[in-house]
């Protein structure tokens, strides 16, 4: 079994043709123009794959995947230490947005291109160390430990080694090792897309506002509470009564126990605040001129077009939604809407900031890539407390104890 290049020109080929084109590529694209994997790596890697959408079953592990080759001249190739399981890529295996992320397959490698939709590779993010870089890479060198997170439509990092667009990686953070430094990229990138990119919050407008995050002590909750309080925001957050300690300790100045607490009424009380981050698609829409100041903004990561496994459905989920959006008059449904984007531009400050001491990783577990599949399960299950971590080099000097990175065990110390 081998996987093919993770390249937008790629094409389902022979494997004598497959490897004509790998070498006459490297000759024009990579800075080492040999016709095999560079710097000593092996021709071969281990990577969980998945041969059709399902559940944890559908995860089988290959060690005669063919590593990843530059295909164009702004990729980098890189060996993963360790990557994350985030809830998307357990969607991904049932086939969440499979429509979607097809089309946009297409799109990129080009329509007359036939690249197959499996064996498919799950994971986003990941951090590594560079192997070798296209001719028009500058930025990195061999040996630059990296991070970064992949688009959804391409081949993912649950896998020894990477191929990356410059645009998507950023010199990791020196103060952290590779295993707290892959818990981060997927999430800060996600949050930069909707609080930056969709809502326009900078270092310089954010201070004082007031923020409200849905599911604080998740990934993505635990990341938006200490990036949003670096740049001087006043956040709110909601969580189960055995996470508040936690979210407490990483900066939230009030915390909604919705255990306890009836999260609607107490953010109606209130009712001034500038965001509401849905980070879960709890239903605050339908509430959020109760909730929000005069200009205040609601931004939403929650989409039922991504439940879309093929394109009928995907297009029947966009009538209904916008059928129904016109009957409440919101007109600004789609707008409220925030997807993952790859960006190594906000890695580069998410970085500065890490390093500063203003954001920490929260881990909920480690777990070998050997414990791929139970890690799914986990994750699936909700209810983290931080994220999941692959450790991928099977001789990672990372690897410590798993206390040091629970997510209760950082609470108290």
Not at 24 to 34: E, I, M, S
Not at 76 to 98: C, F, Q, T, W
Not at 187 to 205: D, L, P, Q
Not at 335 to 345: E, I, S, T, V
Request: with cysteine; glycine share 8%.
């Amino acid at each position: 079994m081998s996987i093919l290049p993770t390249c937008r020109k790629c094409i389902m080929l022979s494997s004598g043709k497959q490897t004509f084109l790998r070498r006459v590529y490297r000759l024009f694209c990579a800075d080492n123009p040999q016709t095999g994997p560079s710097y000593n790596t092996p021709g071969k890697m281990a990577v969980w794959q998945i041969h059709q959408y399902g559940d944890s079953e559908e995860l089988v592990k290959s060690t005669l995947a063919r590593i990843p080759v530059i295909m164009n001249p702004t990729d980098v190739l890189i060996e993963v230490h360790a990557a994350s399981i985030n809830p998307v890529d357990v969607k991904m295996r049932k086939g969440h947005g499979a429509a979607v992320f097809n089309l946009l397959r297409k799109t990129e490698s080009g329509w007359l291109n036939r690249e197959s939709e499996f064996p498919l590779t799950l994971g986003r993010d990941f951090s590594g160390v560079v192997v070798e870089t296209g001719k028009l890479v500058k930025s990195f060198k061999t040996g630059d430990e990296v991070w970064g997170a992949l688009s959804p439509w391409t081949q993912g990092t649950h896998a020894q080694y990477v191929v990356a667009p410059k645009s998507a990686i950023s010199k990791k953070p020196s103060t952290l090792n590779h295993t707290e430094s892959a818990s981060l990229p997927y999430v800060a990138a996600t949050t930069w897309a909707a609080v930056c990119t969709r809502v326009g919050f900078n270092e310089k407008t954010t201070q004082g506002k007031k923020v409200f995050i849905s599911g604080g002590s998740g990934g993505l909750g635990s990341f938006a509470i200490q990036f949003l309080k670096s740049w001087g925001a006043e956040v709110v957050t909601s969580c189960s009564t055995d996470a508040v300690a936690m979210v407490t300790s990483l900066g939230a100045d009030h915390v909604i126990d919705y255990q306890k607490q009836d999260v609607l009424h107490e953010l109606k009380i209130a009712r001034d605040y500038d965001l509401i981050f849905d980070t879960l698609g709890t239903g605050l829409r339908e509430h959020r001129q109760d909730i929000l100041k005069e200009n205040g903004r609601y931004v939403c990561l929650v989409t039922p077009l991504l439940k879309s496994s093929d394109v009928p459905t995907m297009l029947t989920d966009f009538l209904s939604e916008s059928v129904q959006a016109l009957r409440r008059g919101d007109f600004n449904y789609y707008n409220d809407l925030a997807f993952f984007r790859p960006n190594g531009k906000a890695l580069d400050k998410v970085a500065y900031l890490v390093d500063q001491g203003e954001i920490r990783p929260v881990i909920d577990q480690v777990v070998s890539f050997d414990e791929v599949p139970a890690a799914y399960d986990k994750v699936a299950n909700g209810h983290a407390r931080g994220k999941t971590v692959i450790n991928v080099k099977s001789d990672n000097r990372d690897v410590q104890s798993r206390d040091m990175y629970n997510a209760d065990e950082k609470v108290t110390k």
